[in-house]
């Protein structure tokens, strides 16, 4: 009877140390997952800040590259045009005419560089219901026919990625809509285990070679520099019977 009985209690006492053992370790997994969390909460937040000062040097090497070779070059002419006031004044008027013409391409360029400045950008929304609500005001504005598709968990991206992609989806349709003369647009987000995928493709005209280095594709730059800011591709290529094919491509940490 005392041996069964004393079994029993050890039976019970093993028992009970067992789960004070499971309860220790639960314990100590919920406070990892909290201090995991928190490092994630931290690493997003250095994310969407360096994607910040990324677009700060981005805007300063534009004002930089643009407005500063242009002023550069209007101090010259008309450095060149008081000269020749006195001496040759029909010599004088092409060089206003040329200082016009940069004057208003600068100012195109300026205009261009703080609007992107200015650009709201995602803010509170979800990335799905802001790409839809692009896809539908330019559907309106312009009468393109737009298949917007939008993988679920899209919106559970980390806000640099998704304000990333926004901004590509954004470009990629005013490029469509400013260049490509196309008359149909297909913009998808594909999530997959590690990666995630922003198409914009139309059957337009097609790019130009060199599109980047061109006038009037300051944007496309940006949106290079912004993808590869969060350690992104961006390919650029014809889509596959004509038109052209924006492609972003990130990879989400598992």
């Not at 968990?153 to 954004?170: F, I, M, N, R, S």
């Amino acid at each position: 009877m005392r041996v069964s009985l004393f079994a029993s209690w050890m039976v019970m006492g093993l028992f009970i140390k067992q789960i004070a053992g499971i309860s220790r370790g639960r314990g100590d997994l919920i406070v990892e997952l909290a201090a995991a969390k928190r490092e994630l909460r931290l690493a997003r937040d250095r994310e969407v800040e360096l994607a910040t000062l990324r677009e700060r040097e981005r805007l300063a090497r534009d004002l930089h590259d643009n407005l500063g070779h242009a002023l550069v070059t209007l101090t010259v002419q008309l450095e060149a045009v008081q000269r020749l006031l006195p001496v040759n004044i029909e010599r004088a008027g092409p060089l206003l005419e040329e200082m016009k013409d940069l004057s208003r391409s600068s100012m195109e360029a300026l205009r261009r560089s703080l609007d992107n400045l200015r650009a709201p950008g995602l803010g509170d929304k979800p990335l799905t219901e802001a790409v839809k609500s692009l896809c539908a005001e330019t559907r309106d504005r312009t009468g393109l026919k737009i298949e917007c598709r939008i993988d679920n968990g899209a919106d559970g991206l980390p806000p640099a990625v998704a304000e990333a992609l926004w901004h590509v989806a954004k470009e990629g349709l005013t490029n469509v809509e400013k260049h490509a003369q196309a008359q149909h647009v297909a913009v998808e987000v594909k999530l997959g285990p590690q990666l995630a995928v922003l198409r914009v493709g139309d059957d337009g005209v097609g790019l130009p070679p060199d599109a980047e280095g061109k006038p009037g594709h300051y944007g496309l730059r940006g949106l290079r520099e912004r993808i590869e800011g969060i350690g992104g591709t961006l390919l650029l290529t014809r889509a596959e019977a004509k038109g052209t094919l924006i492609e972003a491509r990130v990879s989400l940490i598992a």
